[in-house]
């Protein structure tokens, strides 16, 4: 179609950011991270590559997400330990912070609870800002890979996706079927992703991860937590992210308990205010 004579003037206007974010509580990143400074480790989960593993955190201990042999980019799913219905929301997640998450960031639940799960404290990544294509790491964009879009794009049957990694450590982890434990897979934190939006056509982008062994993203939990970490077929997802071909290396999660005393006055946040009469 024609454009408008006033084309230019309608894209001329300024944007308004849809949720301003300075009324968020804000979480005390100075505390979190002398929890951080007294912290023993209690456990560690090793992600083999190409495969998925499920930790716990208790609510006031610290997680840490590690590069450990090469460059590699993870798949996270949280939820509530005690309530699977309650889970990571990365569409709010993305609405409140923006399209890539670093430090003093934080993983909103679903409705009705909407409140933190997890607070970033610790971005070891948090230098490489967003680059000349647009791309950051970190991202609330991308939803996983999965078996269903490499179906309807390419034909295949690709089982060792990030989708499918999730839903056999869920399974695994809780005693549900295969079949039982998909509907609680959702999207995702894409750790150590490097991503964005191309200017010309607005498409998904992925390139190469500038994670290196060392690396981490450390994170407090704010309530009882079940994760799931898929360490992604695509490796360092410099070129495609369902593949048996790509370099992959496994990543390592840590839980570190602070010290006795340290969270003292410190309250687990409670679910969200909303009356949920939705006007009746």
């Not at 929890?35 to 593993?53: H, I």
């Not at 999965?146 to 839903?167: E, F, K, R, V």
């Not at 369902?242 to 990543?251: E, F, Q, V």
């Amino acid at each position: 179609m024609q454009e408008p004579a006033d084309a230019d003037a309608r894209r001329a206007i300024a944007p308004v950011i849809c949720y301003p974010n300075d009324t968020l509580p804000v979480p005390d990143l100075a505390l979190y991270r002398r929890a951080m400074q007294s912290a023993e480790k209690v456990s560690e989960v090793l992600v083999p590559a190409r495969e998925a593993a499920c930790f716990r955190v208790a609510a006031g201990q610290i997680f840490r997400i590690s590069s450990v042999e090469g460059p590699q980019v993870g798949d996270l799913n949280l939820w509530n330990a005690h309530d699977l219905s309650e889970r990571f929301y990365s569409g709010k997640s993305r609405a409140l912070h923006g399209t890539h998450l670093t430090t003093g960031e934080r993983m909103w639940s679903s409705f009705p609870h909407l409140r933190p799960m997890a607070t970033i404290i610790e971005d070891s990544l948090g230098w490489y800002g967003m680059d000349a294509y647009g791309g950051s790491v970190h991202d609330v964009i991308g939803t996983r890979c999965d078996p269903y879009t490499g179906n309807l794009l390419a034909g295949s049957q690709y089982h060792h996706c990030c989708h499918s990694n999730l839903i056999r450590a869920l399974a695994d982890e809780t005693g549900m079927s295969l079949a039982e434990a998909e509907p609680h897979v959702h999207d995702v934190l894409n750790v150590f992703m490097c991503t964005g939006f191309t200017r010309d056509t607005g498409q998904y982008f992925m390139k190469a991860s500038p994670v290196r062994p060392g690396d981490h993203l450390d994170f407090f939990a704010e309530i009882d937590l079940l994760g799931a970490l898929s360490a992604c077929p695509g490796g360092d997802c410099s070129s495609e992210h369902s593949s048996d071909t790509a370099a992959c290396h496994p990543l390592l999660v840590e839980v570190f308990a602070p010290a006795e005393g340290v969270l003292d006055g410190w309250n687990s946040p409670p679910v969200n205010g909303y009356d949920r009469s939705h006007g009746r």
